[in-house]
């Protein structure tokens, strides 16, 4: 989404960015990465995700490296870690702040062989792409093509695999979960955001879309 959009949306003011994270080069996540830096924000990604970028020289980059530890982003810590999806060098985010506590964030990408459990994450969101019944009846009926379904089932979460991921990686700490780049075709909003509520024991279940404000408060009580 170009900068003024997400300013536009909010009241926070482009000064008080204090950085940009990029999961992955893929456009949908990064096409105006560019943007971005010339707007003179610094650019924290992956160093295979920073090779694909086409950035205006001078740009201000910080790499990151899988699990290297916290990188301090104004008030922030940021712990990268590798997800896996068909990009270079993708990358997924365990993001702390005093007031917010630790927010997972996880899109593009096949489960991951490891859990934050006992961090005690505060927030999590999570890709739910598709669902494997409408994902096949999709493919039955010609809607989308078998090459399409089987890139999908290859490099994205499906709800099934977005409700495990977070029941690995719940606690009492949990608060919040909101369901990330829900596909058109292959969900359903309302039930996967059902399914994700039955499975969380106190988290409260958003789906991320345009005007969606959220408490990321760490002291935040359903």
């Known amino acids: 989404m170009p900068p003024e959009k997400v300013m536009a949306g909010t009241t926070l003011e482009m000064s008080k960015v204090a950085g940009v994270l990029i999961t992955h080069e893929h456009g949908d996540h990064a096409k105006y990465a560019a943007r971005y830096a010339e707007l003179g924000l610094p650019i924290y990604c992956s160093a295979g995700t920073w090779a694909c970028l086409s950035l205006p020289a001078g740009s201000r980059c910080h790499l ?45 990408t096949r489960p991951i062989p490891f859990s934050f459990r006992s961090i005690g994450v505060d927030h999590i969101m999570v ?62 909003r309302a039930d996967f955001r059902k399914r994700m509520q039955d499975a969380v024991l106190f988290a409260d279940v958003k789906d991320a879309r345009p005007g969606l404000v959220l408490d990321l408060s760490k002291y935040s009580i359903k």
Not at 80 to 107: C, K, Q, S, W
Not at 139 to 146: F, K, L, P, R
Not at 164 to 179: G, I, R, S
């Open 64 to 108: 990151l490296h899988h699990m290297e530890g916290a990188t301090p982003v104004g008030e922030f810590a940021v712990f990268p870690f590798r997800t896996r999806h068909d990009a270079a060098e993708p990358f997924g985010y365990l993001v702390n702040h005093f007031e917010m506590g630790y927010l997972l964030f996880i899109t593009d």
């Open 127 to 188: 890709e739910a792409n598709w669902d494997d019944g409408i994902l096949d009846q999709n493919v039955t009926s010609g809607e989308i093509a078998q090459a399409q379904a089987a890139r999908l089932r290859s490099s994205h979460l499906s709800i099934r695999e977005a409700v495990e991921l977070v029941q690995a990686n719940e606690t009492a700490h949990l608060k919040t979960v909101t369901l990330l780049h829900i596909s058109d075709r292959n969900a359903d």
